[in-house]
């Protein structure tokens, strides 16, 4: 018996054979959580050392939250449909949702602006000193990619791997446009280079970061990071911070672990004044 000439050799079909960092299927084994974590710790770092990054400012907002004009059609649309059906509950509570977005649709243009005003005082002769980084949704985020877009400016999109699938919003720059399966790692992202956080209304995701930062500061793990919350009637609406205090729950100094604003221009104030005290004890 003759062998085939140039016959592939068994063992290249096996996968036993394919090198350990070029075989996604096992890598994707439950063993190998650890090499996957560190793999999303490293590449984002690389390539933001790669880019240059030297320091960000977090934005945090709802993903949900819509520019006026498209709040306004939203509120028309949900007018119309409540005229065909006004006994309707479900189109009742649609209309009222849609009023209160188009109340909360300004804070678009603040959040577009101060990625804007950031960009264009910080990264000025190719230095990216607080560097605009969101969660690369829409929404606010969107809106403070964009700002810094506007100014041709980077911004950084950290994206999240969901069920329902979400693409990045188009003023990220490519380069620094991540997506990440661990919401472990993409949160030590966030505050890795953060020297502030501004967060805009949101929902569960924005006070989980709100929240775990705040933690974070008040703890001593994550110190000099300035967090202002843009919009003091809707965060004193919704949240009786002094009702931590009054049971006894913080401190009444880690009141003072934050800061009000209400427009772009005066959260950058205050993040400039923080830091400016800092670098100057």
């Known amino acids: 018996m003759t ?3 140039h016959a592939t050799p068994p063992y290249r079909a096996s996968s036993a054979f394919r090198r350990a960092d070029s075989d996604s299927a096992f890598l994707q084994r439950d063993e190998l959580r650890a090499v996957r974590l560190q793999l999303e710790w490293f590449k984002p770092e690389l390539i933001q050392q790669d880019e240059g990054i030297e320091s960000t400012i977090v934005v945090f907002g709802s993903a949900r939250l819509l520019e006026p004009e498209a709040a306004k059609n939203k509120l028309l649309i949900a007018e119309q449909e409540l005229a065909r059906s006004p006994n309707d509950p479900h189109k009742q509570r649609a ?14 243009a603040e959040a577009r602006e101060f990625g804007r005003l950031v960009s264009s005082s910080c990264q000025i002769d190719g230095s990216c000193q607080y560097v605009i980084i ?22 950084i999109g950290l994206n999240i791997a969901l069920p329902h699938e979400q693409a990045p919003n188009p003023y990220i720059t490519p380069s620094l446009c991540f997506q990440f399966r661990y919401f472990a790692l993409r949160k030590m992202h966030f505050l890795n280079r953060a020297k502030a956080l501004v967060v805009f209304p949101g929902g569960f995701g924005t006070m989980d970061e709100l929240f775990e930062t705040l933690t974070l500061i008040q703890t001593g793990k994550t110190p000099d990071v300035s967090v202002v919350l843009i919009g003091r009637a809707f965060w ?12 006894g729950l913080i401190s009444p100094e880690d009141l003072s672990l934050f800061h009000f604003a209400e427009t772009a221009a005066e959260a950058w104030q205050i993040i400039s004044r923080e830091h400016q005290k800092g670098n100057t004890s």
Do not use: C, H
């Open 95 to 108: 209309r009222t949702i849609a009023k209160n977005q188009l109340t909360l649709s300004p804070y678009y």
């Open 134 to 155: 969101t969660g690369g949704g829409p929404g606010i985020m969107e809106a403070a990619n964009r700002g810094a877009a506007d100014v041709s400016a980077k911004s």
């Open 236 to 247: 004193e609406d919704l949240i009786q911070w002094d009702k931590f205090v009054e049971f």
């Open 3 to 5: 062998d085939t000439p």
